[in-house]
């Protein structure tokens, strides 16, 4: 069964530092990976995802994240945060080919930003 | 405009009191599914359905149930709740691109 590692449970940076999220998947197969957001008290909204093609995906409000598949890893990233980033980052997964389009998700990181 | 549209968005019942939370998609998909949403444990899937008549269990499908009588409608069925199905949860439908997720149900069973 595919599983999700979200590294950090709470970030907290000063605005305009660089964002790095961890995210490791274990599924030896094609995978479809997805970053999602949730702003306070708000529903999951699509920051990014990756099907195939270029690795270094590019995603709304500044954010991207690069597939490695060597390390099972899809790492999100923005060079500068601002305060309206803070919310909660969801990595999931997909394991394409496998006959489901079950979405397994990671615990989350909690992003507070600091003006 | 394509969308999951889940209602209620807030629910307050009493333990043991039926409930259904309905979830419906104007997207023609055939894949839908249930999460409930905990701190610290991100989303787990509830329940899942790949068509009509076809639902098949997710990752914590105890003390619930579903049906998909037709494409668009898959309602959430807690016979019984109880207070550890306190929770916020999301349905979502997927087609080729990706997934699509409703608002959200914040449930409290007192």
């Known amino acids: 069964a595919q599983s999700v590692s979200q590294h950090n449970h709470h970030v907290i940076l000063s605005e305009a530092a660089s964002l790095e999220l961890g995210c490791n998947y274990s599924?030896?197969?094609?995978?479809?990976l997805f970053w999602y957001v949730q702003y306070p008290g708000q529903h999951l909204q699509l920051l990014l995802k990756?099907?195939?093609?270029?690795?270094l995906v590019k995603g709304i409000k500044g954010f991207e994240a690069e597939f490695i598949k060597s390390k099972f890893s899809f790492n999100l990233r923005k060079p500068s945060v601002q305060w309206s980033d803070t919310a909660e980052y969801f990595c999931?997964?997909?394991?394409?080919?496998?006959?489901?389009?079950?979405?397994?998700f990671g615990k989350g990181t909690k992003l507070s930003v600091i003006p | 405009e394509a969308q999951v549209t889940q209602n209620p968005r807030y629910l307050i019942t009493v333990t043991g009191k039926k409930l259904t939370v309905t979830c419906s998609q104007n997207?023609?998909?055939?894949?839908m599914s249930w999460y409930r949403q905990d701190p610290g444990l991100g989303l787990r899937q509830i329940y899942y359905?790949?068509?009509?008549?076809?639902?098949d269990k997710g990752d914590v499908p105890e003390g619930y149930k579903v049906s998909r009588k037709e494409k668009r409608n898959f309602p959430l069925i807690l016979e019984s709740p109880s207070p550890n199905q306190t929770s916020l949860y999301f349905c979502?439908?997927?087609?080729?691109?990706?997934?699509?997720f409703g608002s959200g149900t914040r449930l409290t069973v007192v």
């Open positions: 979502a439908s997927r087609s080729g691109f990706g997934y699509t």
């Open positions: 599924y030896g197969g094609t995978v479809n």
């Open positions: 990756y099907f195939s093609g270029d690795p």
């Open positions: 999931a997964v997909n394991a394409d080919g496998a006959g489901s389009y079950q979405l397994t």
């Open positions: 997207m023609n998909h055939e894949y």
């Open positions: 359905s790949m068509n009509v008549e076809v639902t």
